[in-house]
């Protein structure tokens, strides 16, 4: 795997896709590009993209932050587990998770056996310079977002680790991570 800065030519990307036989399922820290990241590679692979907290909003008819408040972080995350269930019947494709989704042991479970987890990490002051351009966040409400983000990094490192694949977002063209993620998952498979 590179991480000098190239990028893949659309016929290694053609081939790689041609590889990939389940859904590629993106896990990480909010902040860390999961969405934007996803979506541009599920462009490149010619295959759909699903932000799983957009589809958790559209089954439950609320934000996030709604859920959250009304109902708890515990029902929140039995009803991603759903929906990231049913995202991944089936389906190749290229799925953001939430931030917390991989830390679950079910869904972990689930996504480790019916899809291609990517953990997508980046540094906290990449993380705290992300997050800071939207207050959307429930995590982030009531504190000091960097303290939050370094203690919820940590404790969530252990379960990010079961990811077969491991790569670092950087500052820099959404192409090049994209690429490491596809060269990785090439070796992978």
């Not at 009304?70 to 998770?97: C, N, P, Q, W």
Request: charged content about 30%.
């Amino acid at each position: 795997m590179t991480n000098d800065g190239s990028t893949l030519s659309d016929i290694e990307i053609a081939r790689i896709a041609e590889r990939i036989d389940r859904p590629v399922v993106l896990v990480g820290m909010m902040g860390v590009g999961k969405s934007s990241v996803g979506r541009r590679m599920a462009t490149m692979l010619h295959v759909p993209f699903v932000d799983a907290d957009d589809a958790i909003e559209e089954a439950a008819k609320m934000p996030i932050s709604e859920i959250f408040e009304h109902y708890g972080e515990a029902s929140f995350r039995d009803g991603e587990r759903r929906v990231i269930a049913r995202l991944m019947e089936g389906a190749k494709g290229v799925i953001a998770t939430g931030g917390g989704a991989f830390c679950d042991p079910e869904t972990r479970a689930l996504i480790l056996d019916k899809g291609i987890a990517v953990w997508l990490d980046a540094d906290v002051d990449t993380l705290v310079d992300r997050v800071s351009r939207k207050d959307t966040r429930p995590l982030l409400r009531n504190g000091n977002p960097r303290e939050i983000l370094t203690r919820l990094r940590a404790e969530r490192e252990p379960a990010y680790s079961q990811a077969p694949i491991h790569i670092i977002s950087k500052t820099g063209p959404h192409q090049v991570t994209i690429s490491n993620i596809l060269q990785a998952i090439d070796s992978w498979l």
